[in-house]
């Protein structure tokens, strides 16, 4: 998977919740199919086109982790569909963001947001163990209970909103989560969607370390080249995002060991 270029043709209204207004687009194809698309703009974000750029590089490394992420896209906003925009709150946001959005696929019918307290799936368990791994590998504090950014359906899961990720830099006490203790933190109750249900559980990552392993240098390159050159002002924030990633992938089994530490 990689970055597919798609065109906003119709607005189809704001997502009913989330702080940055992401909102739900019709989008075409080159090849002129369409694509429902729920879209972030730079302007809504609190680090402008940074957050586009890490929240593409985690969907894309989400995926090739075999993770349940929406498949993402990158969404033009042309001048005459901005200039049509009949929300004027979404119309002032695009005129002040990157012509480039972030999009991830919208989910079919069936999918909600996981309430507060609902217990995983028993066929759930080992998909929720990866997610919280992942959260964990990356430096995203951002899937609570009380901000899921998880949705559901039966045993399926789909997770979203990856922008507060890899902030690492002047963080204080923050050390790589493969030393003994990075960790701790998530023991804290509540520290995690998954975090409370998972501990005390015997849980199997050897399928989520061994695809770590093949995430090859090359492949980060291809991460790079798939964004846009109009998010080009957020380098600093994209290479310190790669940087990070191949050191996880070199230390991945001391990493996840840190993960098991704080689950038991």
């Known amino acids: ?28 194809t080159a090849g ?19 957050a586009l750029c890490i929240e593409a590089i985690s969907a ?47 989910l079919p019918p069936g ?30 504090a951002d899937r609570r209970p009380d901000n899921p950014n998880c949705l559901f359906r039966g045993a399926s899961l789909a997770i979203y909103d990856h922008e507060l990720a890899f902030i690492t830099e002047g963080i204080i006490d923050w050390r790589p989560p493969w030393e003994i203790g990075s960790l701790e933190s998530l023991r804290r109750p509540g520290s995690h969607l998954f975090s409370d249900q998972l501990r005390g559980k015997a849980l199997n990552l050897e399928r989520f370390a061994g695809a770590w392993l093949a995430i090859a240098d090359n492949r980060l390159d291809g991460y790079r080249a798939a964004l846009p050159t109009e998010w080009n002002s ?7 995002a790669l940087r990070h990633i191949a050191r996880v992938r070199d230390n991945v089994d001391s990493a996840l060991q840190e993960v098991r530490r704080v689950l038991t």
């Open 1 to 28: 998977m990689m970055l597919e270029l798609v065109t906003a043709v119709r607005f189809d209204g704001r997502v009913s919740s989330g702080r940055t207004v992401p909102c739900r687009l019709t989008c075409e």
């Open 234 to 240: 957020a380098s600093h924030q994209t290479d310190q």
């Open 60 to 106: 894309l490394l989400a995926a090739d982790l075999d993770l349940p992420v929406p498949e993402p896209f990158l969404v033009s906003f042309e001048p005459e569909f901005i200039a049509d925009l009949p929300d004027p709150k979404v119309a002032e946001m695009a005129r002040r963001s990157s012509p480039i959005a972030f999009g991830s696929k919208h």
């Open 111 to 140: 999918y909600t947001s996981w309430p507060v307290g609902k217990a995983i799936p028993r066929d759930a368990v080992a998909i929720a163990a990866e997610i919280f791994s992942f959260d964990a590998l990356i430096a995203n």
């Open 32 to 50: 002129g199919d369409e694509v429902d698309v729920v879209a972030k703009l730079s302007a809504g974000c609190e680090r402008r086109v940074a």
